[in-house]
């Protein structure tokens, strides 16, 4: 799988499989253990190498769900599912993080970490598929509120800059600008759900890229507006969640986008 467009470069397969063992070592440093998890303080369980979210039955949440997606994803290339996965029609099984942490050792969780240890590939060109569609969602999600936290004298504006920045990481560097839009959309989202927001304040690319300073280096750019965007989402979160904790973690990851040379 790889991403192809006018305005892209090509990721050949070598650097295909070098973006999903860098998505897999963000999220789980590689660890198999982790394919399954229940962060502390979250209200759902993440799978796979990109923590996609899986919700219950009914379940609403400001983030967006992804695992059902790549369930479906994986299906559509002809794999076949773990039984107990379409049993319960997809949604997560579990009340609680106490529930999911009392089954994690049970044969259905360990069958489920084997099948998506043995899916990584899939798993990387759903990430990769999902990304695709990143500019063409956050082009269409621009309004007249984008004119003022971006500066933009008019929507026409604030879509020429949105543009204008994405092919500007996207070419930089090969293949790490590509890496960096593609984990940024896997690990904060596209920025186009009103409902991943605190204080009406997004934190995911199209935020980031609207943020962007002018600069010879894309991609530190990039990183320097991200880093400002997601100490903005701790600062107007809910007190209760202390998103504070893993901001360090968010900031390093951001830092491996940097080409080897430049660190």
């Known amino acids: 799988m790889s991403v192809n467009g006018a305005n892209f470069p ?24 982790c394919l399954t998890a229940w962060n502390e303080g979250e209200n759902f369980p993440s799978m796979g ?15 967006v769900e992804s695992f059902p997606d790549l369930l479906l994803y994986l299906q559509q290339s002809g794999l076949e599912l773990p039984n107990w996965i379409l049993e319960a029609n997809k949604d997560a099984p579990w009340q609680n993080r106490e529930a999911f942490l009392a089954d994690y050792d049970s044969a259905r969780m360990q069958e489920l970490r084997n099948f998506l240890l043995n899916h990584t590939r899939e798993q990387t060109d759903f990430i990769i598929t999902r990304f695709e569609s990143a500019l063409a969602s956050m082009l269409a999600s621009v309004t007249e509120a984008d004119t003022f936290s971006s500066q933009g004298s008019n929507v026409n ?3 020429f800059k949105l543009q204008e920045n994405f092919y500007r990481v996207a070419n930089s560097n ?16 596209t920025g186009v759900s009103p409902n991943e927001a605190y204080n009406n304040q997004g934190w995911g690319l199209k935020q980031v890229l609207l943020e962007m300073e002018t600069s010879t280096n894309p991609i ?17 979160a809910p007190v209760e969640r202390n998103e504070s904790r893993w ?14 040379a430049e660190k």
């Open 49 to 63: 190498i990109g923590h996609f979210i899986w919700y219950q039955s009914g379940q609403e949440e400001i983030y």
């Open 220 to 236: 530190q750019s990039f990183i320097t507006s991200a880093r400002q965007i997601l100490a903005n989402r701790v600062e107007n």
């Open 174 to 189: 090969p293949p790490y600008g590509l890496y960096a839009l593609i984990d940024y959309v896997n690990f904060k989202g």
């Open 157 to 159: 504006a604030v879509k």
């Open 10 to 33: 090509v990721l050949d397969p070598s650097q295909t499989q070098w973006l999903g063992e860098q998505i897999f070592t963000n999220e789980c440093n590689r660890q198999v253990a």
């Open 247 to 260: 901001l360090n973690g968010w900031n390093n990851r951001l830092d491996t986008y940097l080409p080897t």
